[in-house]
């Protein structure tokens, strides 16, 4: 039942999370940190097969034409303010009128690790509400 499953990731899982719940109906996302870059050629090497790909899968440019992009889902966005990614999570959330969260950190398993309490509450609370 899509109306109660969540979709969650860490760095480029967050990328993934976000990439799957705008092409399939989920309850609830939740990115953190997610690696979100604004041109193909910015990508860690290996993150995508071509430019093609990239495009393909470009959350950020869909966000621009599509603010519902997520289907009704509950979103979550974290970044840390040291992390190389707040600039494009901050517009992405403004994008689809989920604004992230950006308490001290940088893009490291310290700060996904002292946040994950804070996580797994987001989805607990986003599947008890949703139909």
Not at 97 to 114: F, I, N, V
Request: some cysteine; overall charge negative; charged content about 25%.
């Amino acid at each position: 039942d899509p109306g109660r499953e969540a979709i969650g990731g860490v760095s480029m899982g967050g990328f993934g999370a976000l990439d799957l719940a705008r092409q399939r109906r989920f309850c609830a996302v939740g990115a953190h940190s997610p690696s979100l870059w604004e041109d193909g050629g910015e990508t860690s090497e290996g993150a995508f097969d071509h430019a093609e790909d990239f495009e393909r899968h470009d959350v950020l440019e869909a966000a621009q034409s599509d603010p519902n992009l997520f289907r009704g889902a509950q979103v979550w966005l974290d970044v840390g303010l040291d992390d190389p990614f707040r600039q494009n999570t901050v517009r992405l959330g403004a994008l689809v009128d989920a604004p992230a969260k950006t308490p001290p950190g940088d893009h490291s398993t310290a700060y996904w690790r002292d946040h994950v309490d804070e996580y797994v509450q987001f989805y607990a609370r986003a599947l008890k509400t949703c139909r």
